[in-house]
């Protein structure tokens, strides 16, 4: 199983950035999970849009799914169309980016599929385990196991027990990391520090820590730093490039 990065940052793209988009390849099978702002651009210096196999979406803010619509664009609006994509998601996340387009230009592009939170579901070799955890708008934790490898994604939440049990002796815990230390008050029930991040993948014993979704002004050494408090295990910050073999 391999981990590659598009983006890291949260709520919108720093300069000349892309905010979170990850790549999770096995056995040939190509997942792209939260394709934010920016994240097409950067998936099409590495392949064609026609070989994305299947889209996984954890909340429907426009930073986790709005390129959802130039990536079904880029494999419809050709000589030789892609076949229709599955988009596994949260019901109704991903309907305001379909409308962006008038309801019959991408009908034939996508087949939604929706799930709901708490939900076990199989998406090619993935085997998905899906929990609600506490955002804004309905968001669910994704843990994704493949060939005996584990990758661990909170997608956007505040504190929350279940992140112990989701991140659990994962290869990876990809865990968002607006803040550095603290979350301001009125964000803390459904955003997160990379400090609390260090903590969850402590307790949950992860083999590495990547932390993403920083709000533009959260600097990255500052966040390692933090997550590094209660974590001594290897820690990486989400940036375009990053690649991680899970084994």
Same mark, same amino acid.
């Not at 394709?35 to 986790?64: E, F, I, K």
């Not at 968001?139 to 490898?149: F, H, I, T």
């Not at 990391?177 to 969850?200: D, I, T």
């Not at 966040?223 to 209660?230: L, N, T, V």
């Given at each position: 199983?391999?981990?590659?990065?598009?983006?890291?940052?949260?709520?919108?793209?720093?300069?000349? /950035?892309?905010?979170?988009?990850?790549?999770?390849?096995?056995?040939?099978?190509?997942?792209?999970?939260?394709?934010?702002?920016?994240?097409?651009?950067?998936? #099409?210096?590495?392949?064609?849009?026609?070989?994305?196999?299947?889209?996984?979406?954890?909340?429907?803010?426009?930073?986790?799914?709005?390129? #959802?619509?130039?990536?079904?664009?880029?494999?419809?609006?050709?000589?030789?169309?892609?076949?229709?994509?599955?988009?596994?998601?949260?019901?109704?996340?991903?309907?305001?980016?379909?409308?962006?387009?008038?309801?019959?230009?991408? /009908?034939?592009?996508?087949?939604?599929?929706?799930?709901?939170?708490?939900?076990?579901?199989?998406?090619?070799?993935?085997?998905?385990?899906?929990?609600?955890?506490?955002?804004?708008?309905?968001?669910?934790?994704?843990?994704?196991?493949?060939?005996?490898?584990?990758?661990?994604?909170?997608?956007?939440?505040?504190?929350?027990?279940?992140?112990?049990?989701?991140?659990?002796?994962?290869?990876?815990?990809?865990?968002?990391?607006?803040?550095?230390?603290?979350?301001?008050?009125?964000?803390?029930?459904?955003?997160?520090?990379?400090? /609390?991040?260090?903590?969850?993948?402590?307790?949950?014993?992860?083999?590495?820590?990547?932390?993403?979704?920083?709000?533009?002004?959260?600097?990255?050494?500052?966040?390692?730093?933090?997550?590094?408090?209660?974590?001594?295990?290897?820690?990486?910050?989400?940036?375009?490039?990053?690649?991680?073999?899970?084994?």
């Amino acid at each position: 199983m391999r981990l590659t990065v598009f983006g890291g940052w949260g709520a919108w793209p720093g300069a000349g /950035q892309a905010c979170g988009g990850y790549l999770l390849e096995h056995d040939g099978f190509r997942l792209l999970i939260d394709p934010g702002y920016a994240v097409v651009p950067r998936l #099409l210096r590495d392949m064609d849009a026609r070989d994305v196999d299947a889209v996984l979406v954890s909340h429907g803010h426009p930073d986790h799914c709005a390129d #959802l619509s130039p990536l079904l664009r880029a494999r419809a609006f050709v000589d030789d169309p892609a076949p229709p994509l599955p988009v596994h998601t949260l019901p109704g996340a991903v309907d305001p980016v379909i409308a962006l387009d008038r309801a019959t230009a991408l /009908q034939d592009a996508h087949r939604v599929r929706d799930f709901t939170a708490g939900s076990r579901f199989e998406i090619g070799p993935f085997l998905v385990d899906s929990w609600p955890l506490p955002h804004s708008v309905p968001s669910a934790g994704l843990r994704l196991e493949a060939g005996g490898r584990v990758l661990a994604y909170t997608g956007d939440t505040g504190p929350s027990p279940d992140l112990v049990t989701l991140a659990r002796d994962a290869d990876v815990f990809l865990a968002e990391a607006s803040y550095a230390e603290h979350v301001p008050a009125g964000m803390a029930s459904h955003l997160s520090s990379a400090r /609390q991040a260090g903590r969850y993948a402590d307790e949950a014993g992860v083999r590495r820590l990547v932390l993403t979704h920083l709000i533009p002004g959260t600097g990255p050494e500052a966040a390692e730093d933090a997550a590094r408090r209660s974590y001594d295990g290897e820690i990486a910050v989400a940036r375009p490039g990053l690649a991680v073999d899970l084994g």
